[in-house]
């Protein structure tokens, strides 16, 4: 990647106006201009374009904001694979990110893709390679002086990441007296957790695992009642599961259809009985009439004969058949009578059964009745919870102690307090040993005897009644300095406590800690309002009014239960079926009754025909073949028609249905119905019973209790283990350490060597660098034979390792295609003549193959260095 131009609007000292420059080279480019120019500026601008989010308002990018207000505009052309790509954003007004496709003239990304774009393209957003190699004024080292750990670390990762993925070697470890300081850290670690020869737990390790013991056994007996607990609320579940079952509408429907199917058919089979009945009559009349057709035809012959016979039986069949109408008669009365009875039972019948419905409807409103209460219950319970979190979210609205503002605060408590420390290590004491009854006084207050007294320039020091002494102490500038950092530390710290509006770092901590009790408070009123109204507080209204509409208006009360008119319902619905049967036994009565009158009637008719035929008989003898033929044919008819009775009965019989199924349907329809009325009942108790046993266990918090110390035995087992894992860490490392003390310590550096090697000797022949590890900067500088550490180093030659550093870290990144600028802002200030002229060449040497932009005020220093100066361009923004 590299830079081709730099445009400003509305940024700092340049408010109103549009500053660019343009045509940034491949080499080195310069723009060195006098101070106040805004440099610094220009290298803000390219920082905040590629790590500030455009949204960002912190501190860095409220810097960039003019005197006069408004929103800040900035725009960087980048090359990136031999394509441009132009970037803007605009940081607090009108907030937003672009990136266009030059080539092309169109966006290809904007805002949050234009963001993730730049991070890929150009620099992570832990600003690791370009971190690197972008310096800013006043930076001597690899890394800031003031860069906090977390920043340290990973500037760290960054040049660990680059050597190890150009060495091949991420985790070996040289020796020396870094090898020496890790080995006795880690032994130090060790002892801090083990002891003896088996390495047995002490210290926190040994905290943990007790801990870890002890919360086993309370959690093995939470876990027994919560068992108790979930065994119970299955329990619920499934009784409750059933109960919804049993009331479900449509398996009350479904039981209630089959009960009247099973009655129906076998309503059913009884009518078709009485079919069969009637069937069998006329077969029995048809075979009777063909006996007696038969008896003719052979009685023709004896009729004569048989003429006194006939008479006699002809008088017998009227007298049986005068008896047999009067038993018909008879029987048809007590049919009516019975009939008539039947009547009277269905229309009472009819009437339980309105009564029940009734009785039911009442059931249903006292039901509604009872839901009401129910749910005005809840909805209070629901409306107290909501005021609950509400107040808990009004109080954290006007609680500004968050927990990072308390780390702020924190911070700047002890950057304060260690400021004071130092300044008064570094002040003029004097201590005072009394002789007499006269006492000192320092601004007005008495010096104690003994006490060491710091004296700062100015300080009067009051003998009374003899003179007033009065110090001057000489001025230097770093102690000019801290006081200065001081006051800013102390000014930071007060605008820190104004922003939490609170006085002291202790009034903090207890706001903060009860925003947190506020939170949890919010969070659990929360919880209770989504669990007794999961659908919301206007949801449980509707419901409320829904059951009130049902009860409105409804006054009545039935005189008696459902289940007491149930009862009478049933005893009537018995009283009807037993006048069924009864009915169904008269009519059986009367068509027996009339079966046999009609037998009566077919034997009287057939003795007035048998003496008719006698008598008829005894006539002309030439007549006789002509009757008997003629008696033959009726007998003939009168089988036939026999014969077809029989086949019609013995269809009706073969589609007959099975009646002792349909009765034993009907028993087990009528014992499904009460074996569900009994099951719900059941059920109810035991729902009502297990309800009984959760609340109170769940009054007793068995299931936090147990979640809370669970939680907590695996924070604790999680420690435990992480120690052990440390103990058996540190000796691995400890071993591996010392067998490797006097590895191949140079392999892991010898590309930034290599690459560094030819730039150190442009300003020391015999020059070399040692190494640290853990920090991946410069150890010591080895020259003439001799070794210097790096803080023993005067600040220039500080600046050129560190610059010279630089650039060989930028010949590694292009030697794994990552391809990076190196921004230098108003570096080299401390460099003499000569070393800055080496200076000047070893950029050059560099900027062969490396684009590399430099800010400087030092016009006359810098004429040497060469490379293109593009100019800067202004004008008012319209």
Known sequence: MKLRALTLENVRKFGGKRVAIDSIGDGITVICEANEFGKSTFFDAIHAVVFEKHTATGKSVQSLRPRAGGGVRIGLKVEIDGACYAIEKRFLAQKGASVTDTARGTVIARDGEAEDWIARHIGATDGGPTGLLWVRQGVLGLEPADAKPAEKDRLAEARRDLLSSVAGEIEQVTGGRTMDRILRRCQEDLDALATGSRLSPRGAWKDAVDEAKALEAELEVLERQYAELSDALNDRRAAETELRRLDDPEAKVQRDTDLAEAREVARAAESYAQKIASAQGELDLALMQQSEAERARDGFIDALSEAEGASKALDEAERLNSDRLGSLKDARAAEGALRSELEDAESATRT??????QAERAGRIQRAREEVERIGDLLKQARGHAATASECRARIAANP????????????????????????ASSVRMHVAYAGETR???????????DAVAL?????????GIATLRFELPDTTEDHDAETVLAEALAAEADLLARCEVRTLTEARDRARQRQADENAAKLAAQMLRSLAPSGVEALDQALADARETIKDVSETPVRSAEQVASDVEAAETREAELRGRLRAASEAVADAREKAATSEAALAAARDRRERAEAHAGAADARETRQSELAHAAQGA???????????ASLKADAPDSATAAANLKRAEAAFENARKRREHLAERRADLSARIDTRAQEGVEERRDEVAERLHSVTARADRYAAEVEALVRLRDALE??????REAYFEPVQEELRPLLRILHDDAGIDWETDSITPGALRRGGETEAFETLSGGTQEQIAILTRLAFARLFARRGQHLPIILDDALVYSDDDRIVKMFTALNRVALDQQIIVFSCRQL??????GDRPSVKMEDVA
């Open 440 to 450: 000192l006084s320092l601004a007005g207050s008495e010096i104690t005897g003994g």
């Open 401 to 424: 102690v968050t927990e990072q503002a308390l780390a702020d605060l924190e911070d700047a408590a002890k950057e304060t307090a260690r400021l004071q420390s130092l300044i008064a």
């Open 861 to 866: 220093a810098f004429a040497g260095l060469g």
């Open 739 to 744: 067998v490797a003390r006097d590895g191949a």
């Open 352 to 357: 339980l059964r309105e009564e029940q419905k």
């Open 456 to 464: 700062k320039d100015g300080a009067e020091v009051e003998v009374p």
């Open 639 to 649: 089988a036939e028609e026999a014969e077809e009775k029989a086949k019609a009965l």
